[in-house]
C-alpha cells in the first residue's frame, strides 16, 4: 500500500543522528567497534520510543524541543542511558563527547551544533520531494529563534539580572 504523502517513519532521521553520535565516540578511539554497534542499537531504540508520538511529517517543527538531544554541561539523558549498556560512565562520556553540543531531529532534516555559538551543520536532509510543502509553516523553527535570539549579548542580560 503505497500512500502519497508524508512518510511517517523516523528511520533516515534516527540513523543519521544515531550514527553522528556514535560517530563522536569512535573518533576518539576508546570505544570498541562491538561497543559501538550495542551503543547504536541502544540509542536507536531510544529514541525511536522517546519520538513515537511527538513525529509530525506534516508539521516538521512541532515537537522539534521535545526531540532535541543536547548536552550542556548536563548530558542528555537518552544518550547517558545508551552508554550505560556498554560501560561507559558518565565522566567518560563527557571526556569522549564535546560538552555543548545540540542535535536536532525533525521530519526530514537532521542537524547539530557543536559549541554555543557553533554555526548549525546539517546531518540529514530528505529530497525535496518528500517534504511537505512549507504552506501555512511560517511559524519560527527552534533553529531561527535560537539565532535571533543570539543577536543579543547574554553578559548584560547576567548583569541586570544580578543587580
Not at 19 to 40: A, D, H, K, M, N
Not at 110 to 118: A, F, N, Q
Not at 135 to 159: E, V
Request: charged content about 20%; aromatic content about 8%; overall charge positive.
Amino acid at each position: 500500500s503505497h500512500r502519497r504523502g508524508p512518510r511517517a517513519d523516523m528511520v533516515p532521521e534516527i540513523a543519521a543522528a544515531v550514527g553522528f553520535v556514535s560517530g563522536l565516540l569512535r573518533t576518539r578511539g576508546c570505544v570498541s567497534e562491538q561497543q559501538l554497534q550495542v551503543f547504536s542499537g541502544a540509542l536507536r531504540e531510544a529514541l525511536t520510543e522517546h519520538y513515537k508520538h511527538h513525529w509530525f511529517p506534516e508539521k516538521p517543527f512541532k515537537g522539534s524541543g521535545y526531540r532535541c538531544i543536547r548536552i550542556n554541561h548536563r548530558m542528555d539523558p537518552i544518550i547517558s542511558k545508551a552508554a550505560r549498556q556498554i560501560g561507559l560512565s558518565l565522566p567518560q562520556l563527557y571526556q569522549l563527547l564535546p560538552s555543548e553540543l545540540t542535535l536536532w531531529v525533525d521530519p526530514y532534516e537532521v542537524s547539530y551544533r557543536i559549541g554555543e555559538d557553533g554555526s548549525i551543520c546539517v546531518l540529514y536532509e530528505a529530497a525535496a520531494a518528500a517534504k511537505p510543502s512549507p504552506g501555512s509553516c511560517g511559524m519560527l523553527t527552534c533553529k531561527n529563534q535560537m539565532m535571533l535570539g543570539r543577536a543579543s549579548p547574554s553578559k548584560n542580560y547576567i548583569m541586570t539580572v544580578s543587580s
